[in-house]
């Protein structure tokens, strides 16, 4: 969805160093949201925002922080990279009751 | 938000009506029902949902239960493009944070 953007689409990085992966909206939506997917756990919410500065844990935060200094835009941060947290993550945005729309995702391997 | 079982595989045959089922038995008054679709490693895609009508769109249909204990995805007319997971979801509206919590949705493969 040309709407929402997330970059990079692809990262290799080491054990013990930090990352950030960014998630651009150009819809307004008041709603952004995190999520790693894992084969055998399918998508689980990592953390979540419902408004600039406005963040909330979701099920597997540990290992993460998030920040929104801006509508548009929402950071994940991985303070010091772990093997356990090469995944696939995807950032959505959602605005009331109507439908997500989700970004084409971020490939990380932590090597 | 109420949990939901979903057949973990299905097949369908091309050009015929794909029927995927959800069962939500502790669902409340107040969540909806939604469904997603997941593409070979592509983001979710919305579909469609609904509170207790049944609803359609350009995508499919979604028969609810008058007792609103489960629900039917229609697909009406399956294409090889309509491979994916899918997956069955209900939430409280309007909650704070309006989260969608993912099970392990149904494996749709259409096949020739």
């Known amino acids: 969805d040309a709407g929402i953007t997330q970059s990079p689409r692809h990262k290799v990085t080491e054990t013990g160093t930090p990352v950030t992966l960014r998630c651009h909206q150009t819809?307004?939506?008041?709603?952004m949201y995190w999520y790693r997917q894992d084969p055998g756990h399918g998508l689980r919410l990592i953390h979540y925002?419902?408004?600039?500065?406005?963040?909330d844990k979701g099920e597997v935060s540990d290992g993460y922080s998030v920040s929104r200094s801006k509508t548009e835009d929402f950071l994940l941060t991985l303070e010091s990279a772990t093997s356990s947290q090469t995944s696939v993550y995807f950032c959505?945005?959602?605005?009331?009751?109507?439908?997500?729309?989700f970004g084409s995702g971020t490939r990380l391997t932590v090597v | 938000d109420a949990k939901t079982t979903q057949p973990p595989s299905m097949d369908c045959a091309e050009g015929r009506a794909a029927n995927l089922p959800c069962n939500h038995s502790t669902i409340s008054g107040n969540e909806y029902v939604y469904w997603y679709r997941q593409i070979h490693s592509q983001g979710p895609q919305y579909i469609i949902h609904g509170l207790k009508n049944n609803e359609t769109n350009e995508m499919a249909s979604l028969i609810i239960t008058e007792d609103r204990k489960s629900s039917t995805l229609i697909l009406p007319h399956a294409t090889l493009r309509d491979t994916a997971v899918y997956y069955c979801i209900v939430r409280v509206a309007g909650a704070a944070g309006n989260k969608l919590t993912f099970g392990g949705g149904t494996r749709v493969l259409v096949k020739p």
């Open positions: 819809e307004n939506h008041r709603y």
């Open positions: 959505a945005t959602g605005q009331g009751d109507y439908g997500y729309t």
């Open positions: 925002s419902y408004g600039v500065k406005d963040t």
